[in-house]
């Protein structure tokens, strides 16, 4: 099983962690970010800043934001070892808008990750501010997409990211809508998650109750059509609660893709409470 969970600290993650992170102020964002980076340093991977602006400013900011300690550890790392990126230069845009082309994107990721790898290092580990990417409805949709892929390359390579979101600017649905593609997200940014796993179509993971189940429908709408096969694996062991709107919500998205869903948990309630409401396009098995 993948790490996966709601944490406090970016300190600790493994190697190919992807994390969703909505942040309240940017000393809360640079403590997370500083956690992050200087793990990558102890791990042995190439490591890169991503944000908006120019160079100079997210290179001012990160001077103001580093406390002594860290500047110390931060001038002994090889300068070939840390780049500093705005977004313009790290992802590819649709030719309307600056909306993220995700498959473009994603394998401009892919390449970095090897090129860390063939220049001696563990992997690549990046901290991305992605606020200004999801601002607008379609922004978002295309980076979902993004965030979906991305997550699929951090199950097979050593790829570790955390994508931030600036709750401010963004408000909680939004960067909701975001962090929930992850399988680590900061406490309170979604009530659940879903993300990649090696046994399974995907995961799902946290609690969906009836405030929960919009933001479910358009997270389906989103991730169902990038699926290949007709019956897909859901792994349900994290996935701490679930009431009959959700599984309905699960049912109707399924149906609308002409898919069949198994989920796989070890809760006989759920199977129970399935065979009650007569789902046709949900089984459940429940494991032992």
């Excluded at 401009?108 to 790898?117: C, I, K, M, P, S």
């Amino acid at each position: 099983m993948r790490q996966a969970g709601f944490v406090d600290s970016a300190r600790g993650l493994v190697s190919s962690s992807h994390v969703g992170w909505g942040y309240a102020d940017h000393t809360e964002f640079w403590t997370r970010a500083w956690e992050y980076l200087l793990d990558g340093i102890a791990a042995g991977q190439r490591l890169e800043f991503v944000g908006s602006g120019s160079v100079e400013a997210l290179r001012a900011q990160m001077a103001e934001f580093t406390d002594g300690g860290q500047r110390a550890l931060w001038d002994a790392v090889d300068r070939d070892r840390f780049r500093v990126a705005v977004v313009d230069e790290e992802y590819a845009f649709s030719e309307v808008g600056r909306v993220v082309d995700p498959g473009r994107s994603v394998t401009a990721r892919v390449a970095a990750t090897e090129d860390a790898l063939a220049a001696g290092y563990t992997g690549l580990r990046a901290v991305v501010d992605a606020t200004t990417l999801a601002g607008t409805v379609v922004q978002r949709a295309a980076y979902a997409h993004y965030e979906y892929l991305l997550d699929r390359q951090s199950t097979v390579l050593p790829l570790a990211t955390i994508c931030a979101y600036d709750l401010a600017q963004l408000g909680s649905a939004a960067v909701a809508e975001m962090v929930c593609l992850h399988p680590l997200t900061s406490r309170g940014a979604s009530a659940f998650r879903l993300y990649g796993d090696d046994r399974a179509a995907f995961a799902l993971a946290g609690e969906i109750d009836i405030s929960s189940t919009p933001q479910l429908a358009d997270t389906l709408g989103q991730v169902l059509p990038l699926m290949s096969g007709q019956e897909l694996i859901v792994d349900w062991r994290e996935l701490e609660f679930i009431d009959h709107h959700g599984l309905l919500v699960l049912d109707r998205c399924a149906g609308r893709w002409g898919l069949q869903l198994v989920l796989q948990t070890p809760r006989d309630t759920v199977a129970r409470l399935a065979d009650a409401i007569g789902l046709p396009y949900l089984s459940v098995d429940v494991l032992r």
